[in-house]
């Protein structure tokens, strides 16, 4: 069975910095490229950042771009997300996703997720 | 970016109703569309990936058309499981940046 479990959510002020992870198994985590999306409290889905089964590819939303970081290690199965400079609007859950493509280079849609970590930034 | 907008935002319909939700594309994305349903508090489920194709598992009452720049999620014959809110995605534009819908609420009349 696929799992996908976020961790490191939390409360942290503006300016400040988190690191978020996600734990995969049940798949060959190194063979799909991962996604991070989130979503603010009562509002709709965003994708954030997209990186690729070997790290070869790696996208950001332009909100992001700059501030965080998206990494792997698929010796850990494990996808992470660095988070800087956090600002009130990264107020979101944060959900990590498995892509359904297998083009490398592409961004497809997310056949897996996980059930997502809150991060509020708040002073 | 390419934007998507879903209509309506809120449906009310009752079980056994045919329900139809549309997704426009701000630009032609060919079939790169899918359709996911979420539920308070839950992460969101892919339904239709590729504008028609079912992903393994939902059931045949939910349906995806389209190509180009209009797309259609169709439920025949709505369920007690089915109210929840439910978001387009495209994911044509290279490189990449993947853009939802608004979304549509589907609510018990």
């Known amino acids: 069975e696929v799992q996908l479990v976020e961790s490191g959510g939390g409360l942290v002020k503006p300016g400040g910095s988190l690191r978020l992870s996600c734990a995969a198994s049940?798949?060959?985590?190194?063979?799909?490229?991962m996604n991070w999306v989130r979503q603010a409290p009562g509002k709709g889905l965003e994708w954030v950042s997209s990186i690729s089964s070997s790290s070869s590819y790696i996208y950001y939303a332009d909100s992001v771009k700059g501030r965080f970081t998206i990494s792997r290690d698929n010796a850990k199965n494990s996808l992470y997300l660095q988070m800087n400079s956090l600002r009130a609007e990264d107020t979101a859950v944060y959900y990590c996703?498995?892509?359904?493509?297998?083009?490398?280079?592409?961004?497809?849609?997310?056949?897996?997720w996980g059930q997502g970590t809150l991060v509020t930034v708040s002073s | 970016d390419i934007q998507m907008t879903q209509s309506p935002s809120s449906v009310s319909a009752s079980v056994g109703d045919r329900v139809t939700i549309t997704c426009r594309a701000s630009?032609?994305?060919?079939?790169?569309l899918a359709w996911y349903q979420q539920k308070p508090g839950k992460a969101p489920k892919l339904l239709i990936y590729a504008a028609s194709s079912l992903q393994s598992g939902v059931p045949s009452r939910f349906s995806g058309s389209g190509s180009g720049t209009d797309f259609t999620l169709t439920i025949s014959s709505l369920q007690p499981e089915d109210f929840a809110t439910y978001y387009c995605?495209?994911?044509?534009?290279?490189?990449?940046?993947?853009?939802f819908g608004g979304g549509t609420k589907v609510e018990i009349k």
């Open positions: 996703a498995r892509d359904l493509t297998s083009q490398p280079w592409l961004v497809s849609n997310f056949d897996y």
């Open positions: 049940g798949f060959t985590f190194s063979s799909y490229s």
């Open positions: 995605q495209q994911a044509n534009s290279f490189p990449p940046s993947v853009t």
């Open positions: 630009q032609g994305i060919s079939s790169w």
